[in-house]
T-cell receptor
Framework: RKEVEQDPGPFNVPEGATVAFNCTYS??????FFWYRQDCRKEPKLLMS???SGNEDGRFTAQLNRASQYISLLIRDSKLSDSATYLC???????????FGAGTRLAVHP | DARVTQTPRDKVTEMGQEVTMRCQPI?????VFWYRQTMMQGLELLAY????????DSGMPKDRFSAEMPDATLATLKIQPSEPRDSAVYFC???????????FGPGTRLTVL
């Protein structure tokens, strides 16, 4: 089983839609999680950190379910500029390494 | 606005040539990571340093890759000799303080012909 599994997508949604991505992780010792977004031909950029059960920042909400070992990202009122690949990243048990998922592609259309 | 910088941004070279990539971490960050990204493999961790000491380079092909941090403001990744399968984008990231968030540089896009 992969350490991090994400639906590769693409998710094609209209502007204004709500979209959710799920991510499952295999290391039950992971305590912290991150969502990064990566635009085409650019570097990954930190979107959100999750240190407890969840986090909310504007239109973005992350929720963590430790019992089922999955973390979700909800985007409300999608904008064209949200089009990107979203990477789910648990922190490894060693607290030094980030384990990057392959990412979920989101395409928001007018 | 503190950022990780990387040079060169693009590099095209021929098989067998030496390639050196450089990274300047965010000032004050004491942990530096090197990643490689390809379409097939996604983002792979190659090596990382804390306080300039190598902590883990298990993700790096040892026979041709080497990573060093000669001082706190410079990390280097060298490939000698380069091969076409090394073609990828190489990212450097840095982390500091008590947080775990990593901040990425813009990457070096390497093409080995």
């Amino acid at each position: 089983r992969k350490e991090v599994e994400q639906d590769p997508g693409p998710f094609n949604v209209p502007e204004g839609a709500t979209v959710a991505f799920n991510c499952t992780y295999s290391n039950s010792a992971s305590q912290s999680f991150f969502w990064y977004r990566q635009d085409c031909r650019k570097e990954p950029k930190l979107l959100m950190s999750v240190y407890s059960s969840g986090n909310e920042d504007g239109r973005f909400t992350a929720q963590l379910n430790r019992a089922s070992q999955y973390i979700s990202l909800l985007i409300r009122d999608s904008k064209l500029s949200d089009s990107a690949t979203y990477l789910c990243v648990p922190l490894s048990g060693g607290y030094n390494k980030l384990i990057f998922g392959a990412g979920t592609r989101l395409a928001v259309h007018p | 606005d503190a950022r990780v910088t990387q040079t060169p941004r693009d590099k095209v070279t021929e098989m067998g040539q030496e390639v050196t990539m450089r990274c300047q971490p965010i000032l004050g960050h004491n942990t530096v990571f090197w990643y490689r990204q390809t379409m097939m493999q996604g983002l792979e961790l190659l090596a990382y340093f804390r306080n300039r000491a190598p902590l883990d380079d298990s993700g790096m092909p040892k026979d041709r890759f080497s990573a060093e941090m000669p001082d706190a403001t410079l990390a280097t990744l060298k490939i000698q000799p380069s091969e076409p399968r090394d073609s990828a984008v190489y990212f450097c990231a840095s982390r500091g303080g008590r947080t775990y968030e990593q901040f990425f540089g813009p990457g070096t896009r390497l093409t080995v012909l």
